[in-house]
């Protein structure tokens, strides 16, 4: 059994949404280390974050202009969780992971069959319930967009 670290809870925070050509993504920060996470690991997701949007087009399903990012700082490195949403209410999902080094490079862990942790389900849980109240449940899904852009998860949990 790997080594066991007993439950903590850890800073949840938003950090901002992201515009990249007519793409919005939200940001998050988890860390069992500080408030938020290092910006090293924000600056390098941000500039891969182009190449790992292409993913979108793996399924051939219709998809949205926005998605989630989450940074998490772990006790080996740091993780990137991005996901968005995909035929109206299927979440479509990848992971990446960087050691701790001074210059971060993340690498695809999701083909291994990795999604998400426990703090990162807190973030997937939130988010459902955005997408389900301000786009499934709208008379007008489009303008739901953007209220669901407006809807952050800031907690420890």
């Not at 991005?82 to 979440?91: A, H, R």
């Not at 971060?104 to 973030?123: H, Q, T, Y």
Request: one cysteine or more; aromatic letters at 14%; hydrophobic letters at 45%.
């Amino acid at each position: 059994m790997a080594d066991f670290t007993p439950y903590h809870p850890r800073p949840i925070s938003f950090l901002e949404v992201i515009a990249l050509g007519n793409e919005r993504i939200k940001l998050y920060s988890i860390s069992c280390k500080n408030d938020v996470v290092d910006k090293c690991f924000i600056h390098r997701a941000k500039a891969q974050l182009g190449e790992w949007l292409n993913n979108k087009n793996l399924t051939g399903l219709p998809v949205y202009e926005v998605a989630t990012l989450i940074l998490h700082e772990g006790k080996d490195g740091c993780f990137a969780v991005l996901f968005w949403w995909t035929d109206e209410n299927m979440l479509q999902l990848f992971a990446y992971f960087s050691e701790y080094t001074a210059a971060p490079n993340f690498r695809l862990i999701s083909d291994k069959g990795l999604v998400s942790c426990v703090w990162e389900m807190a973030v997937l849980w939130f988010e459902r319930q955005a997408w389900v109240k301000e786009v499934l449940m709208a008379p007008h899904p489009t303008d739901g967009l953007s209220r669901y852009l407006t809807h952050h998860l800031n907690e420890d949990v």
